[in-house]
């Protein structure tokens, strides 16, 4: 069974420019996640999506940032235009159900991110 | 504000002897706690959950407590090996949200 699929595994790029992330969630699973690791802050949901809609972006940290998912097997995360300190790793997750115990969240391998 | 905290960034343990992750949580309202491991280069994976009516799961090697009274949890892990060296999350699961701490870094020595 392929997990979660993340794209690119790592991305540098020059300050100003576009950031586009992309996820492929396992096949069936109804919810979709994205989040962000740092040192301070550990992991940090942005976004996420049920049923390719999003349902609670409170987490997204600027309007600089936005999130789609187009059908059930895609998604992007865009950063637009980026900075030094959006510099992380950024994970995407699925699960059968928003996160309760009996349905963990199956998460990808991640993007890191380096804004110069 | 972290909702769930783990307050040691990093434990260093003998092989073979037990390790012990502690986590903190401020909101009462959550109805289940996970543990999370992470290799480098690599996602976190889902080690161990408790539900918050139960205050112990085992599972092999791995017993996660949970103290509802202190809003404390913590893993067990008897005995360690050196390939339980990894980064270790908790998690709270509420309102439809995860929350998670910022890790502790557990390395196992040989």
């Known amino acids: 069974d392929a997990g979660v699929i993340q794209s690119p595994r790592h991305e540098v790029t020059e300050m100003g420019q576009e950031v586009t992330l992309r996820c492929k969630p396992i096949?069936?699973?109804?919810?979709l996640f994205w989040y962000r690791q740092t040192m301070m802050r550990g992991l940090e949901l942005l976004i996420y999506?049920?049923?390719?809609?999003?349902?609670?972006d409170s987490g997204m940290p600027e309007d600089r940032f936005s999130a789609k998912m187009p059908n059930a097997s895609f998604s992007t995360l865009k950063i637009q235009p980026s900075e030094p300190r959006d510099s992380a790793v950024y994970f995407c997750a699925s699960s059968p159900w928003a996160g309760g115990g009996n349905q963990p969240q199956h998460f990808g391998d991640g993007t890191r991110l380096s804004i110069l | 504000d972290q909702q769930v905290k783990q307050n040691s960034p990093s434990l260093s343990v003998q092989e073979g002897r037990i390790s012990i992750l502690n986590c903190d949580y401020t909101?009462?309202?959550?109805?289940?706690f996970l543990w999370y491991k992470k290799y480098p280069a690599e996602g976190p994976t889902f080690l161990i959950s408790?539900?918050?009516?139960?205050d112990k799961n085992e599972d092999g090697r791995f017993t996660v407590f949970l103290n509802k009274s202190a809003k404390h949890l913590s893993l067990h892990i008897v005995p360690s090996q050196p390939g339980d060296s990894a980064v270790y999350f908790c998690?709270?699961?509420?309102?439809?949200?995860?929350?998670f701490g910022t890790g502790t870094r557990l390395t196992v020595i040989p």
């Open positions: 999506f049920n049923n390719n809609v999003p349902i609670d």
């Open positions: 096949s069936g699973h109804d919810y």
């Open positions: 909101n009462s309202m959550f109805d289940y």
């Open positions: 408790i539900s918050s009516i139960k």
């Open positions: 998690a709270a699961t509420g309102a439809n949200n995860l929350f």
